[in-house]
């Protein structure tokens, strides 16, 4: 078996510039703070990759977002980074931009009713003027 081209660890402030360029890259908002975040590095320690956990009202995680530098796609980045967080909560949420649909049902999520969204995480949907580019989609997972 192949050694993975990257690593996997919590987030610092220090990597918020490079985490905050791929998320605009993909029109995301910056991300306010490491807090909750995990970060694919690659053998010189510089980010390739991230996932934001945020504990929703509701109890339960949420993905917001999850984003790959565009270099580093089709190396299993994403894919790495979702099932790390899957492994340590057991239970995860999101809501995926419907390009990236097809992405999370290879991972085994399925389409869930907008009400098991947290409103604070569904509320980045709602009045958002890309909604009909972006076909958004509440999906979630659990581990058995």
Partial sequence: MTESPFSIRDGREADL???????????????????????????????????????????VFHVNPVVSCATWRGWGVGRALVEEALARVGELYLVARGASVPFYRALGFKEVPWDAIAPTIAADCDGCEMRGECAPLPMGKKVL
């Fill in 17 to 59: 510039a490079y985490l905050n360029a791929y998320a605009a890259a993909e029109g995301m908002d910056a991300l306010p703070s490491a807090t909750g975040v995990r970060v694919a590095v690659n053998d010189e320690d510089v980010p390739v990759g991230f996932l934001r956990l945020q504990k929703g009202e509701n109890g």
